[in-house]
């Protein structure tokens, strides 16, 4: 079959996955307990995205929030394969990232709300999810800067000959951006560590990619201009995203230089809260509700043989800890004004570097 739309996607270029997309990757060499892990990211991913976007409707999350509902898999796929020790890069979309990596929920729901037990104390918000601790280096909110971040880290990674490699998720509006390209070259150049994961929702903040690039596949047909192989991998079905991260990061952590990665998926609402989507065109939408990435993946493990009931508990299991997670968040306490003056370089000046 084929990803829905994909006419409105590329002008007419259709990429055409393997037949029956849904049930190609059964067999996979994938553990049991990988996949069901994967199926519980999933739906925590999902759950704490909705109960995000029901907390900013009740006026609880100030500001605005950019959800990746619809765009599991690709978080889930790469969080699960990625070694402890390896970097993620995010874009402002990156809820699904910093928990993928293992993140609380309450500390990233506190951020949301502002409170002093978010997981940067209430200061960075929904836009700004940084966790040293595991592996997130920033969720950027301008547009393509982190691609050069994410080279910085993989240089050091290569300088120390530590094995990490670095993940720099963005999204398809980012290919037309000068630092895409400046980031690209410079990896390829120095072989470095690092691989660029294009997360393609078809658009980017209120206009189709197709609309404004050159090309059809805005990532992919660009990788042969830096000496890089075009990959495509289907971005709603987290199978698929292991598996591509799984080869990827062996790729860059063996010393073979850096990979580009084109994830084919959608997001279910606008590019953000205060954003209705209503340039998207009938139809759209619910022939992408029919790929979703927690029914793919549900239907998956139940022809390999998973219980529906083991199935049913992991979601229950979820929703109890997105609950908990929820209440310890509206219950913390608002930061101290004092707080305002931590964190901060106080005097400009080049001293934080001793």
Not at 76 to 82: E, I, K, L, V
Not at 91 to 112: I, N, P, Q, S
Request: charged share 20%; hydrophobic share 40%.
């Amino acid at each position: 079959m084929t990803l829905p739309l994909e006419r409105h996607q590329y002008g007419g270029h259709a990429i055409v996955l393997p037949p029956d997309s849904q049930t190609t990757h059964d067999a996979a060499p994938i553990d049991r307990d990988v996949r069901l892990l994967m199926y519980r990211r999933l739906h925590e991913l999902r759950q704490f995205e909705k109960r995000a976007y029901d907390m900013f409707m009740q006026n609880l999350v100030k500001g605005t929030t950019h959800l990746s509902l619809g765009m599991e898999a690709v978080a889930a796929g790469f969080g699960t394969a990625m070694r402890e020790d390896d970097y993620t890069f995010a874009t402002y979309r990156g809820h699904a990232h910093t928990l993928a990596r293992g993140v609380a929920m309450e500390g990233v729901l506190a951020e949301l709300l502002g409170r002093a037990n978010g997981l940067l104390g209430g200061k960075g918000g929904s836009m700004h999810l940084t966790s040293v601790e595991h592996g997130v280096m920033g969720s950027y909110a301008i547009i393509g800067a982190h691609l050069t971040i994410a080279n910085g880290a993989a240089w050091s990674a290569q300088y120390r000959g530590s094995g990490q490699v670095a993940v720099c998720f963005f999204g398809d509006g980012t290919t037309n951006i000068g630092a895409f390209h400046e980031a690209l070259n410079y990896a390829a150049v120095f072989a470095l560590p690092v691989v660029f994961v294009c997360e393609n929702n078809l658009y980017m903040e209120y206009t189709a990619i197709s609309d404004i690039t050159a090309v059809p596949r805005p990532a992919a047909d660009r990788a042969g201009a830096y000496g890089l192989e075009p990959v495509v991998v289907d971005g709603n079905d987290a199978d698929a995203c292991y598996l591509a991260a799984r080869d990827t990061l062996e790729h860059a952590r063996s010393g073979r230089g850096p990979v580009l990665i084109e994830a084919l998926t959608y997001r279910h609402g606008g590019h953000s809260r205060a954003d209705p989507g209503k340039y998207k065109p009938p139809g759209e939408l619910e022939a992408w509700l029919a790929y979703d990435p927690l029914k793919i993946y549900r239907g998956r493990l139940e022809r390999l043989g998973v219980p529906s009931a083991e199935l049913d508990e992991i979601e229950r299991q979820v929703g109890r800890a997105v609950d908990a997670a929820t209440e310890a968040a509206k219950n913390g306490p608002m930061p101290v004004p004092a707080s305002a003056y931590t964190d901060v370089w106080a005097d400009g000046g080049s001293s934080w570097r001793n």
